[in-house]
């Protein structure tokens, strides 16, 4: 199954990410030249699986553990508590919206008088009559259903059961009649990049029944939007690509009914909330023009199709694709905002997710304006030398000796670390940062003699953990190059969001809540964040974690009609403002690539800290 892919793959293949490393141990293989192995690697048979081709009869290949994926459940790591979190992380339970149950597909139980020679009414007409009588007017059926419909009101002895499905601006669909009564249920799904998880939930009583993740099967056509629309595009790769998203999200459906033992044809309707690039992908669009300038995707509101129609294993089951707001504004940031009820506080709220692309809303009960902008993948652990996704293995904590700079770290799963994931790095840069072992300008000061600061290879580095402590034998470092890839990163994020409090003539001390969302959010540790200037210097109480507001979101829609209603509401309140056409974006990029920024009264927290850590 794709979701099992166990080489990393961040560049799906193009030879740019090194990190499908391979050891030949037995056999040939042809190799292209790679910078990304270094001489000595090439030396003990090291090969880019990518860039190679079989050519002898049999290899055998053993695979590193740098270049290994680790199983997903190593990733679902619990929340860490650190004291700072403890500090400033709030439930957002207060922010979730008040809603009716009321989903907009329901059993109606039938009890159809059977038809007789003075009685000839058709079996559609005889259901459509009833239901007429249960409030329901105007239904209709399809040719597919008409044809199943006569064995199955016969076999219920002319009670059945019918699943309507009911949404405001459109007529009432009867989307299964059902010989014998049963529960309704239904799967909320985020359609994430990396991951997808998916919850089966009883539709009459709201109650959650399970839970289930899966890498996203498409993970093996690179790690980010980018890399998978310039697989679709490639030709029949829209084919595979979308069957690799369906396979995966089969394969959380049949696990979860299993488990639960719910009928596939008793499941009704299935949300599914994604960024703009996974909604085209799930529903075989191409993605092609969201890459490409004026970055334009084919379709922002989804029609609710039979889930079939994309190859879910769910013969009755409705699917509700959540709408995007532009390119790269999706479907998940309207079911985050959704779900955090942002578009109904009076507060000036900034919700902000960030992965590969941060992306951005700033609003409150009256606007909402939102922006993206590309943050590469330096915080989930892509382009950075030692950098890995936060799976076990993974340093995800850095503390840093004030009089030695060296470092006590600690890893995902506490085993021996196989490299350094987003959350570690910041933890990292942020400590080396306050110890006065790095620069502003993201530099190490080498006049400090600290012994973990080195020169190799022309550059720069840190050793965060040695070979003879490490899991893959290697030094793992932090170097100058990852250093910049991540105030790049962050810069991105904090002028994307300095630009959009500028277009409303607002400064960072209006901002009166921050709402973080995404995985990567979950594991931030705020006044790291804060040091390296990524997020901006408030007050700690202002900031609440969201998590994975996606799937919340698409729960409510699958709950409630009028939460439904209130995502396409609120995808088309959104003003998207386009940064790259903004020049005053660039100007804030330029002032944000220093640590924590050219101005620092704009983080007087980080000043304090760096005066008395200079002090002591
Ligand atoms: S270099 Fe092989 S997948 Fe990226």
Redesign the pocket.
């Known amino acids: 199954m794709a979701g099992d892919a166990v080489v ?13 490393k391979a050891i030949i141990t037995a056999g040939k293989v042809d190799s292209e030249p ?1 910078s ?1 192995l270094s001489s000595e690697e090439k030396q003990n048979n090291y090969i ?4 190679s081709t079989i050519v002898s009869d049999t290899v055998e290949i053993t695979i590193p553990a740098e270049s290994r994926r680790a199983a997903l459940q190593d990733s679902q790591r619990e929340r860490k508590i650190l004291a700072s979190q403890i500090k400033s992380a709030r439930s957002f339970e207060h922010r979730l919206p008040k809603f009716d149950l009321n989903p907009i597909t329901k059993n109606i139980d039938l009890e159809l008088s059977p038809p007789s020679l003075s009685d000839n009414t058709s079996d559609v007409q005889r259901i459509k009559k009833q239901l007429k009588e249960n409030g329901v007017t105007g239904s209709q059926v399809d040719l597919e259903l008409i044809k199943e419909l006569a064995l199955k009101v016969r076999e219920a002895d002319w009670n059945p059961q019918a699943v309507v499905m009911e949404k405001k601006g459109l007529n009432p669909q009867i989307i299964n009649v059902k010989a014998k009564k049963s529960n309704i249920f239904g799967f909320a799904i985020d359609v994430g990049t990396t991951t997808i998880v998916a919850e089966l939930i009883d539709l009459t009583s709201g109650k959650i029944h399970g839970r289930a993740s899966a890498y996203n099967g498409q993970i093996i056509c690179g790690d980010d939007v980018i890399s998978r629309i310039v697989y679709a595009s490639k030709p029949g790769g829209l084919e595979s690509i979308q069957a690799l998203v369906v396979e995966t999200m089969n394969g959380l459906i049949n696990e979860l009914l299993k488990i639960h033992k719910v009928e596939a044809e008793d499941v009704a309707f299935v949300t599914a909330a994604g960024n703009t690039t996974m909604a085209h992908l799930l529903l075989g669009i191409p993605p092609k023009f969201i890459r490409e300038e004026p970055y334009i995707p084919t379709a922002s509101y989804f029609p609710i199709i039979k889930a079939k129609e994309i190859g879910i294993k769910l013969p009755y089951a409705r699917l509700y694709v959540f709408p995007s707001m532009a390119s790269y504004v999706g479907g998940d940031i309207v079911s985050g905002l959704l779900a955090t009820s942002v578009p109904d506080s009076e507060k000036l709220t900034l919700f902000i997710d960030v992965g590969t692309n941060g992306e951005m809303v700033l609003g409150n009960e009256e606007w909402l304006l939102a922006c993206a902008c590309s943050a590469g993948p330096a915080f989930e652990g892509g382009g950075v030398k030692d950098g890995m996704r936060a799976t076990q293995g993974a340093i995800e904590l850095v503390r840093v000796n004030r009089q030695t700079f060296e470092p006590t770290i600690m890893t995902i799963g506490r085993t021996n670390p196989i490299g350094v994931c987003g959350s570690g790095l910041i933890d990292g840069i942020a400590e080396l940062f306050l110890s006065g072992a790095i620069g502003p300008n993201g530099k190490y000061n080498l006049e400090l003699g600290a012994k973990n600061i080195v020169s190799r290879d022309g550059e720069n580095q840190y050793i965060l953990c040695s070979g003879e402590d490490s899991e893959t034998g290697k030094d793992i470092v932090m170097t100058e190059i990852d250093i910049d890839n991540l105030m790049r990163a962050k810069g991105a994020v904090f002028s994307g969001m300095m630009t959009l409090l500028d277009s409303v003539s607002l400064s960072v001390n209006d901002i009166e809540e921050v709402l973080i969302a995404g995985a990567f959010g979950n594991y931030l540790d705020i006044d790291k964040t804060i040091m390296i200037g990524l997020l901006p210097d408030l007050p700690r109480d202002k900031f609440t974690f969201v998590g994975n507001g996606s799937l919340l979101g698409a729960r409510l829609a699958l709950l409630s009609g009028e939460m439904m209603e209130k995502a396409e509401s609120i995808a088309s309140k959104l003003t998207y403002m386009d940064l790259s056409s903004t020049p005053k974006f660039m100007d804030m990029y330029m002032s944000a690539l220093f640590l924590p920024h050219t101005d620092l009264s704009l983080f007087p927290s980080v000043q304090e800290k760096l005066k008395s850590s200079l002090l002591s």
């Open positions: 990393a793959s961040s560049c799906g293949g193009a030879g740019t990410c090194g990190k499908c790679s990304k880019l699986l990518c860039r």
